[in-house]
């Protein structure tokens, strides 16, 4: 007798359903790995004490990971740290992770959410250098071109980034390039400018009215690099009269948010502000 033909579709998987073991293996395999580079350096005990995985089992995993360099055990100190091939496909990834590809997306939802043209802006020696923009549909709005730049004590972009960094490093910055005045809200004293710089690290977000062109506000925040320092900001900006006191903490939010994807999307680490 003939079998059945069997019917056309998906084709049968060459795992079986017990394969759903392996996937938990490998999922204990990257966690092991992922706390191996927080950890810097870590011994078997503690990997296993941290991870809740029996003692036999993670080293099964180290050995494993070891044998594809992703890992690599001290004979002497006896303990574990990352290996090359880890380093290798962070490169990977790195190289790949252009900061105005990764931005954009991040951008185009925040313009969407706030209905305000978002910006991206590295920092320059004293100043912002704008290397991206997504802009509103609203008629009247916030335009500046690739390659504009504008000091970072005038522009809510370079303050977030201010706000960011250590004081001797701001204060280095600060005397080099002095604090120029481009209309009546332009904080062109320190004590002006640092007091709205301790406001920013508390929120997360600064806030620029008026403060580089009349009638035109911004509210940025600083994205980190992988050494937790500010390497650039997203803002957003529009007419002031859009920015309204009730809209603003919601926007701040936004910004905040948007800046903190991006840093992770570029494997950045954020500095934690005490308040």
Same mark, same amino acid.
């Given at each position: 007798?003939?079998?059945? $033909? #069997?019917?056309?579709?998906?084709? $049968?998987?060459?795992?079986?359903?017990?394969?759903? /073991?392996?996937?938990?293996?490998?999922?204990?395999?990257?966690?092991?790995?992922?706390?191996?580079?927080?950890?810097?350096?870590?011994?078997?005990?503690?990997?296993?004490?941290?991870?809740?995985? @029996?003692?036999?089992?993670?080293?099964?995993?180290?050995?494993?990971?070891? %044998?594809?360099? !992703?890992?690599?055990?001290?004979?002497?100190?006896?303990?574990? *740290?990352?290996?090359?091939?880890?380093?290798?496909?962070?490169?990977?990834?790195?190289?790949?992770?252009?900061?105005?590809?990764?931005?954009? @997306?991040?951008? #185009?939802?925040?313009?969407?959410?706030?209905?305000?043209?978002?910006?991206?802006?590295?920092?320059?020696? +004293?100043?912002?250098? !704008?290397? &991206?923009?997504?802009?509103?549909?609203?008629?009247?709005?916030?335009?500046?071109?690739?390659?504009?730049?504008?000091?970072?004590?005038?522009?809510?972009?370079?303050? +977030?980034?201010?706000?960011?960094?250590?004081?001797?490093?701001?204060?280095?910055?600060? %005397?080099?390039?002095?604090?120029? /005045?481009?209309?009546?809200?332009?904080?062109?004293? @320190?004590?002006?400018? !640092?007091?709205?710089?301790?406001?920013?690290?508390? #929120?997360?977000? *600064?806030?620029?009215?008026?403060?580089?062109?009349?009638?035109?506000?911004?509210? &940025?925040?600083?994205?980190?690099?992988?050494? /937790?320092?500010?390497?650039?900001?997203?803002?957003? *900006?529009?007419?002031?009269?859009?920015?309204?006191?009730?809209?603003?903490?919601?926007?701040?939010?936004?910004?905040?948010?948007?800046?903190?994807?991006?840093?992770?999307?570029?494997?950045?680490?954020?500095?934690?502000?005490?308040?």
């Amino acid at each position: 007798m003939t079998p059945p $033909k #069997r019917a056309r579709g998906r084709p $049968k998987s060459q795992f079986s359903e017990s394969s759903a /073991g392996t996937m938990q293996s490998l999922d204990r395999a990257l966690g092991v790995l992922v706390a191996v580079a927080r950890e810097d350096r870590a011994t078997l005990t503690d990997l296993s004490l941290a991870l809740g995985i @029996p003692t036999a089992t993670t080293h099964r995993i180290l050995t494993t990971l070891q %044998k594809r360099d !992703f890992v690599r055990f001290d004979d002497e100190r006896q303990d574990w *740290s990352i290996g090359i091939e880890a380093y290798r496909t962070g490169v990977a990834f790195l190289k790949r992770s252009n900061l105005s590809d990764v931005g954009r @997306p991040v951008m #185009r939802r925040l313009m969407e959410q706030t209905g305000e043209t978002a910006n991206l802006a590295v920092r320059d020696g +004293a100043e912002v250098v !704008f290397i &991206g923009q997504v802009e509103t549909q609203n008629p009247i709005r916030a335009f500046f071109p690739p390659g504009s730049r504008t000091p970072m004590h005038a522009s809510g972009t370079g303050k +977030a980034i201010l706000a960011a960094l250590p004081e001797d490093r701001l204060l280095t910055l600060l %005397k080099g390039a002095g604090l120029k /005045g481009f209309t009546s809200h332009t904080h062109v004293t @320190p004590k002006a400018l !640092f007091d709205d710089l301790e406001k920013t690290r508390v #929120r997360g977000w *600064s806030f620029d009215r008026n403060e580089r062109y009349d009638g035109m506000s911004c509210i &940025g925040s600083a994205i980190f690099n992988d050494r /937790g320092e500010p390497c650039a900001g997203v803002s957003i *900006s529009g007419p002031s009269s859009r920015f309204s006191d009730a809209h603003i903490p919601e926007f701040g939010a936004a910004v905040a948010q948007a800046a903190a994807e991006i840093t992770h999307l570029m494997a950045g680490q954020p500095v934690e502000v005490k308040a």
